[in-house]
């Protein structure tokens, strides 16, 4: 019975570690558009859909394979034997697919501001663009494996640009304080 519980148990720890990163990204668009509402509902709605889709494919799962090590564990064999039924990557779909959903509200926002910034020829790179940026950097790091250096880059980058921001607003000040 151990044997069976093992790879669920393994399956739904990578699913929360996934989730959780998959609940950041949804503030992050929800952010980059200004706090929609709409945006809000359907991000939550289908991420709530991939979460149930998820977690039907891992019940699906867990009797297949229950089904197919019932004879195998009889076996005098040390630990559990390394028995797949061949569907356990259909569990990762729902997350895929929700995980697309919000690339292309990243990339959608993304191509709007910088046309708009084209348009008006703006040269500087403002803190909004830049979690625009980064949001989509995120999208194209190998199965999430990079988050962490994405996020520090992110860090890093706010913090550049709001030392260049205080600094220019500094040089400003200073500049009507000697007219």
Known sequence: MKCVVMDPVTRLAGGIALWSIEIIMQLRVYALYQCSRTVAIVNGGLFLCSIAGFAWVLIH???????LIANVVELPLPGCPSIHSGLEWLQWIPA???????????????????????????????LY?????????????????????LTTRMLLNIHKAVTEEVNSSLVVQKMWATS
Do not use: C, Q, W
């Not at 799962?61 to 089904?67: Q, R, V």
């Not at 697309?100 to 703006?122: D, N, P």
């Not at 830049?130 to 250096?149: C, E, K, Q, S």
């Open 129 to 149: 663009e830049l979690v625009v940026r980064d949001n989509l950097l995120y999208f194209f790091t190998p199965f999430h494996a990079a988050m962490g250096i």
């Open 61 to 67: 799962n867990t009797e297949a394979h229950f089904a």
């Open 96 to 126: 895929t697919a929700f995980e697309i959903l919000l690339f292309g509200f990243a990339l959608f926002k993304t191509l709007s501001s910088s046309r708009e910034r084209s348009l008006l020829g703006i040269k500087t790179v403002s």
